[in-house]
Nanobody, 111 residues
Framework: VQVVESGGGLVQPGGSLRLSCEASGFTFSTYAARWYRQAPGKEREWVAYITSSGVGTNYADSVKGRFTISRDNAKNTVYLQMNSLKPEDTAVYYC?????WGQGTQVTVSS
């Protein structure tokens, strides 16, 4: 039972990245999924939520209009498309579903 994040990296302000989170070992399609992030010296904060079907989504105010969460249940994967990135988006990004957390993927926004 695990989820594995990927897709992080270094990007300039204003750039884009797409994070992926692949689940295994459980029936992913029956669970809602969430993305969180944790910046250095700060507490982990919730970023985005998606229902099990993918029909419903919700976002933190800090990312609304810039980030999009989606999922492909056939691939057991949830995505986070991040556009118009800002230096304050720099953090380790984590996904979770079914109470399972991944190891995180680092996103650094810097010129």
């Amino acid at each position: 039972v695990q989820v594995v994040e990927s897709g992080g990296g270094l990007v300039q302000p204003g750039g884009s990245l797409r994070l992926s989170c692949e689940a295994s070992g459980f029936t992913f399609s029956t669970y809602a999924a969430r993305w969180y992030r944790q910046a250095p010296g700060k507490e982990r904060e919730w970023v985005a939520y998606i229902t099990s079907s993918g029909v419903g989504t919700n976002y933190a105010d800090s990312v609304k209009g810039r980030f999009t969460i989606s999922r492909d249940n056939a691939k057991n994967t949830v995505y986070l498309q991040m556009n118009s990135l800002k230096p304050e988006d720099t953090a380790v990004y984590y996904c979770t579903a079914n109470g399972v957390w991944g190891q995180g993927t680092q996103v650094t926004v810097s010129s």
